[in-house]
């Protein structure tokens, strides 16, 4: 059974990709963006505080499958910290935004996050 804040998360997550991003390293052409470490990849958006290093809890507006293309921009995660900044003003707005300070990632990059966080390979 779904909980509360689990509904609240999921219409928070509908407005997640609202945010201005700096898109400068992808390419509008082919929706595609390079990585430093996994080259051509599809881009993905998370808060600032999403690392490779450390677990800061792993928010996502649906179960991603690392085995799946997403090419039109689906993927977007967000932290424990950012979480609770969400469920305490209710929406993303110029301050949860602020606060997440969203970054532009490559697809392969967000599935390495998103493993660090939960403790598995996801998918």
Known sequence: MESCNDKVRAALSATFDKVYLN???????????????HGNRYPAYVCHHLNLQ???????????DP??????????????????VLMRIGKWNEESESF?????????CFFDMKELNLGYQAG
């Open 23 to 37: 898109t400068e390293s992808m390419s509008e052409e082919n929706n595609r963006v390079e990585c430093c470490t």
């Open 100 to 108: 997440a300070k969203i970054k532009l990632v490559c697809d392969a």
């Open 67 to 84: 085995s799946v293309v997403y090419s039109n921009d689906e993927l977007s995660a967000w932290c424990d910290a950012c979480d609770e």
């Open 54 to 64: 450390k677990p800061v809890g792993f928010y996502e507006p649906f179960a991603s």
